[in-house]
């Protein structure tokens, strides 16, 4: 059977990807961003997950102001990497194990988590950059290491999912993992913030403290965290911070007892404070 | 654990932070003609139209006259009292040559190297912004 292995949260600060994609990281301003970085890449060596089962949030890419789904699930065959507005990025095809996102699309309607299915979707910086981190350079003319599996969280319109739902979506995602019938080692990603605010007249917001109480919360108290209210992130972490939302569908689908094996915290990168955590399943 | 679900009301608990917008839904419909202008510029070839003939272009999407204005003035904090988005917004500052670092130092009027500097040294503190009543304009 399939099973949930462990679980990863991660910025994905566009800049990220763009300094990676021009070779600057070894550049002061980026070295600390990615230094926290290194013993992951090792750790996803060794992990070496058939799946990635990637919740992130589409940056008005994929979808426009038309049609605004609050969950949205990938299940075509495979995903290119969209322009943005600068050109796509120079990053391989994201493959998916369609099987797989088939199976976890029927079982999460039936246990009552109404997704959108999608079945024509690009990828934008929300998805690529936390394979790009976590993986380090893999180019156009390669392949990604893992399957992935991508679900799309409306964080741009208010409100998002709140995060009681999203913990509860992750739970239902294991549910459905573990009832597929194939040998699978499959790793979820939450992915976006932390604090940061790009917008208006309070743009470049940070708020380190309340950053550290979050992660904190994700590890040793995830149903408290989980019950954040929206306005507390908006006040606290910044207008788009709001997006650590979807950190909580990654704790809903791990054991409520987790060893946090890496943390990673770092201001700047461009607007925002970058928070990364691994969490494996204490058996 | 399911929490006590709370029964959503018209207030909006969120609107006395400082210097910021929440894109709601009521933000979202006074922006949409706006916001889609701004994402077509995702693709090369609507970049490539709009730059030739910015005001033809415009033609196509039903926006206000305030919004157009705005657009063609690149008044960024403008758009945003308009109902843009920074995701949107931010395309037509990419069309320009602008990322999401210089975009900010423009509307938070602080200008790019004072901005970037504010981050360098860990970004606007949380003390004294978390309420309109903390800041004496907005």
Redesign the interface.
């Known amino acids: 059977m399939a099973r949930i292995t462990a679980g990863v949260g991660c910025s994905h600060v566009?800049?990220i990807g763009v300094a990676m994609d021009t070779g600057i990281t070894d550049q002061p301003?980026w070295q600390p961003v990615f230094e926290g970085f290194r013993k992951s890449r090792v750790w996803m060596k060794e992990q070496n997950p058939d799946v990635i089962f990637m919740v992130y949030n589409d940056?008005?890419?994929a979808f426009?102001?038309?049609c605004i789904p609050t969950f949205a699930l990938g299940c075509a065959a495979e995903f290119q990497p969209?322009?943005?507005?600068?050109g796509p990025r120079p990053v391989p095809v994201v493959k998916n194990h369609q099987k797989l996102a088939s199976h976890i699309a029927q079982s999460l309607v039936l246990d009552e988590f109404d997704i959108t299915i999608m079945n024509e979707m690009e990828v934008d910086h929300g998805l690529t950059v936390p394979l790009s981190v976590m993986y380090g350079d893999v180019g156009p003319g390669e392949e990604w290491p893992a399957l992935v599996i991508p679900l799309c969280v409306n964080v741009?319109?208010?409100?998002a999912p709140?995060g009681?739902r999203c913990f509860?979506l992750g739970k239902a995602i294991r549910r459905a993992i573990e009832n597929f019938d194939e040998d699978l080692d499959v790793m979820i990603f939450g992915t976006g913030g932390m604090?940061h605010?790009?917008?208006?007249?309070?743009?470049?917001?940070?708020?380190?403290?309340?950053d550290m109480r979050f992660l904190d919360m994700v590890v040793d108290d995830p149903?408290a965290a989980s019950?954040i209210p929206?306005?507390e992130y908006?006040?606290?972490a910044g207008?788009?911070g709001v997006e650590m939302v979807m950190w909580h569908v990654m704790r809903g689908a791990l054991n409520h007892e987790v060893t946090e094996v890496h943390r990673h915290y770092h201001?700047?990168a461009?607007?925002t404070?970058v928070g990364h955590i691994i969490l494996e399943n204490r058996i | 654990?399911?929490?006590e679900v709370q029964i959503p009301t018209m207030e909006k608990?969120?609107e006395d932070?400082?210097?910021?917008?929440?894109?709601?839904?009521d933000r979202?419909r006074e922006?949409?003609h706006l916001?889609?202008f701004c994402?077509s510029?995702?693709?090369?070839a609507n970049?490539d139209a709009f730059n030739a003939d910015e005001k033809g272009y415009l033609d196509k999407y039903p926006m206000s006259c305030e919004q157009r204005e705005a657009v063609l003035k690149r008044e960024w904090?403008r758009l945003?009292e308009l109902g843009g988005?920074?995701?949107?917004t931010?395309?037509l500052a990419?069309?320009d040559g602008i990322?999401?670092?210089n975009?900010?130092g423009l509307?938070?009027?602080m200008g790019v190297q004072a901005?970037r500097d504010?981050?360098?040294a860990?970004?606007?503190?949380?003390e004294g912004?978390?309420y309109k009543s903390e800041w004496e304009e907005?």
């Open positions: 566009p800049a301003y940056h008005c890419t426009d102001a038309s969209a322009d943005e507005g600068w741009v319109q208010y409100p709140t009681n509860q604090s605010q790009l917008q208006y007249k309070r743009a470049g917001l940070i708020n380190p403290e309340w149903v019950q929206h306005v908006l006040r606290e207008s788009e201001v700047p461009s607007n404070a | 654990m399911h929490q608990d969120y932070i400082p210097g910021t917008f929440v894109f709601d839904a979202s922006g949409y916001n889609q994402i510029l995702r693709l090369q970049r904090n945003l988005n920074i995701y949107y931010s395309k990419a069309n990322n999401f670092q975009l900010a509307m938070t009027g901005y504010m981050m360098l860990g970004g606007r503190a949380i912004n978390r907005d």
